[in-house]
């Protein structure tokens, strides 16, 4: 299957400042990115979809100003979480799609762990 | 909200094959039935799905039954590396319509 990585895989911070993670499609070109968080013993979440060169589309609860998203080319996708809190400690949780045909699947990509102080 | 329904754990002896079911009696037809695990502390991993027919792959074999409102995942030889957290996902095929997880069902293989 095609292959989605993250980095950092974990990152430590301090309450206040800002983390941001990337997500890279390897070999294939994702014109559509997921960003899922997932809180301890609880299913993946999904915070937004991002299209290639547009605006992410976030889901209700989700702050667009505080997760900021930026797809700016078909293999990258960021993910910043700015003036993090212990709160925002999870794992957050990337994948990819290269296109939206028809029975198009999901890659996901191995998370990253983000603990704030 | 998730549209599947999954018993929330199961185990399975080493060897054997782990049958897991999954409820999705409001599928509509135009949603593909997808079947993604979760070790623990990684990404899930796609596994299978299918329409209406069965499928099978190097990984497992998707039972889907006619009326479409149920389906079976099996391992055919479960190891100890298969423990994870099992997810039945509907979706439909067409544009950037999200996947939705929902609880699984945490397959423990004992040995």
């Known amino acids: 299957g095609a292959v989605v990585s993250q980095h950092p895989s974990w990152v430590i911070c301090k309450s206040g400042t800002s983390v941001k993670i990337e997500c890279r499609s390897l070999?294939?070109?994702?014109?559509?990115m997921f960003w899922y968080r997932q809180f301890p013993k609880q299913s993946l979440m999904l915070m937004a979809t991002s299209n290639e060169g547009s605006k992410a589309t976030y889901e209700q609860g989700v702050e667009k100003d505080k997760f900021l998203i930026n797809h700016a080319s078909l293999t990258l996708s960021t993910l910043t979480v700015t003036s993090a809190h212990p709160e925002d400690s999870s794992f957050y949780i990337c994948?990819?799609?290269?296109?939206?045909?028809?029975?198009?699947?999901?890659?996901f990509g191995p998370g990253t762990r983000l603990l704030v102080l | 909200d998730a549209k599947t329904t999954q018993p929330p754990s199961m185990d399975c002896a080493e060897g054997r094959a782990a049958n897991l079911p999954c409820n999705h009696s409001?599928?509509?037809?135009?949603?593909?039935v997808y079947w993604y695990r979760q070790i623990h502390s990684q990404g899930p991993q796609y596994i299978i799905h299918?329409?209406?027919n069965n499928e099978t792959n190097e990984m497992a074999s998707l039972i889907i039954t006619e009326d479409r409102k149920s389906s079976t995942l099996i391992l055919p030889h479960a190891t100890l590396r298969d423990t994870a957290v099992y997810y039945c996902i509907v979706r439909p095929n067409f544009g950037n319509e999200k996947l939705t997880f929902g609880t699984g069902t945490r397959l423990t293989i004992i040995p």
């Open positions: 994948s990819a799609r290269d296109s939206p045909r028809l029975e198009e699947t999901q890659y």
């Open positions: 070999d294939f070109q994702a014109t559509t």
């Open positions: 299918g329409l209406k």
């Open positions: 409001t599928i509509s037809g135009n949603e593909y």
